[in-house]
């Protein structure tokens, strides 16, 4: 794996942190393709049940390297589907929740990376930032579908238009994200949530995520069934008689994943 992009293990928990801090975590082809592989080496590893999405640097992500250009065959549309599409998909489609944690600030794309992870902390001085308008460019990486869902469709146009900086609080505020931390204890404080989620069913876990992103994109009668057969195949498994079976005898359930 590049080392544009750091992946360790602490217990059940993954850690997955960009690592191009001169570049402010400017996305380039390496940093792409070694965020992806790192992302499905957590998903494929049945010990790690929850990952964290971080950086190294005085920042989250600055978006993308613009001085690496687009030079690939087919330009920007090929780079955002070929590149950074799958490894927004891996976040999304993981079984595992993703908790990113932004410090400093995340702008552009790389506000969409942090945007498209299932739980997401911010330092208490960092910010989010669309500035795709001062270039004369469209948010990216999934970012109106992410924003206009959060946010509604006026406020989040206003806020990609004006290209305005959305402090922690606000995002915390508006829904954009859970909660702050700070500055200098960020990293261990959502690898402590990371290991608590860890704890908890993984079964349970990947089928809300499932449920959840679902129902983002259908009705409520399709939701509805999703969220039955779900649930017909957790009550059959193991975690399930585990969890019930801890519940009557008052003690900590031992989840398995099975």
Not at 118 to 124: I, N, T
Not at 161 to 180: D, F, H, K, W
């Amino acid at each position: 794996m590049s080392d544009t992009v750091q992946y360790e293990q602490r217990e059940s928990v993954a850690v997955v942190a960009l690592n191009r801090p001169d570049a402010l975590n400017g996305f380039n082809t390496e940093m792409r393709a070694a965020l992806l592989a790192a992302l499905e080496k957590a998903a494929a590893d049945d010990t790690v049940r929850a990952v964290v999405l971080a950086a190294e640097g005085r920042c989250f992500s600055a978006g993308a390297d613009l001085k690496a250009g687009f030079d690939d065959e087919g330009g920007v549309e090929a780079q955002l589907q070929d590149e950074y599409r799958p490894s927004l998909e891996a976040i999304a489609n993981m079984p595992k929740p993703v908790i990113a944690a932004v410090h400093g600030f995340a702008a552009g794309i790389g506000m969409s990376y942090a945007l498209q992870a299932d739980l997401l902390v911010m330092a208490e001085d960092a910010f989010l930032l669309s500035p795709f308008t001062t270039i004369s460019l469209v948010p990216d990486g999934g970012a109106n579908w992410m924003l206009v869902r959060h946010l509604g469709y006026r406020r989040a146009y206003q806020l990609s238009v004006e290209s305005e900086r959305i402090p922690a609080a606000r995002c915390v505020e508006l829904g954009l994200a859970n909660r702050t931390a700070a500055a200098d204890s960020l990293r261990d404080e959502v690898i402590a949530w990371a290991q608590d989620l860890a704890g908890r069913a993984p079964l349970s876990l990947a089928a809300t995520k499932k449920a959840m992103r679902f129902a983002m994109d259908h009705d409520w009668s399709e939701s509805y069934d999703l969220e039955a057969a779900l649930q017909a195949d957790l009550l059959a498994s193991d975690d399930a008689r585990e969890g019930v079976a801890a519940f009557f005898e008052k003690r900590a359930p031992e989840f398995k994943g099975s």
